[in-house]
């Protein structure tokens, strides 16, 4: 029993390189502000941040949605236009001094880099949506 309890907790908690965003440290972070973000090096989407908390992913094909966050135990949770079920993440300084975020029950490898944060607008394929 002591060792299943163990590997629990090794599989749901960050490393110890990994230190975990408050929701307040991830609206600071975020707000105002364009995110881009990486998987295994290729580019994978951004998000801008509004200060009430809505938001606009842009996929790496062009596409945008609407969305809006929210914490939730502890995670960044987000829900869409479209219908997607909530999804929630963990967002976290890594030991290489940048961010990156993992989604509730992903592998502890399986992480989306924080490349870039800059202010700029997110332009949208076809739908004229821009953030």
């Known amino acids: 029993m002591k060792y299943l309890l ?3 907790l090794l599989f749901t908690t960050p490393t110890m390189a990994e ?14 502000k364009t995110l881009y973000f990486s998987k295994d090096g290729k580019p994978y989407g951004s998000e801008h941040f509004s ?3 809505s938001s606009v992913w842009r996929y790496s094909d062009g596409e945008c949605e609407k969305g809006e966050w929210f914490p939730q135990a502890g995670m ?9 079920e909530t999804q929630c993440w963990d967002f976290f300084k890594t030991d290489k001094g940048g961010y990156a975020a993992r989604a509730e029950g992903a592998p ?11 202010k700029k607008p997110l ?3 076809g739908t004229g949506l821009s953030a």
């Open 51 to 53: 200060k009430d908390r």
């Open 76 to 84: 960044i949770c987000f829900n869409y236009e479209f219908g997607l």
């Open 108 to 118: 502890k490898e399986e992480i989306l880099e924080l490349d870039t944060i800059d």
């Open 19 to 32: 230190t975990l965003l408050s929701h307040d440290e991830f609206e600071a972070l975020s707000t105002g």
């Open 123 to 125: 332009l949208c394929k």
């Open 6 to 8: 163990l590997s629990a």
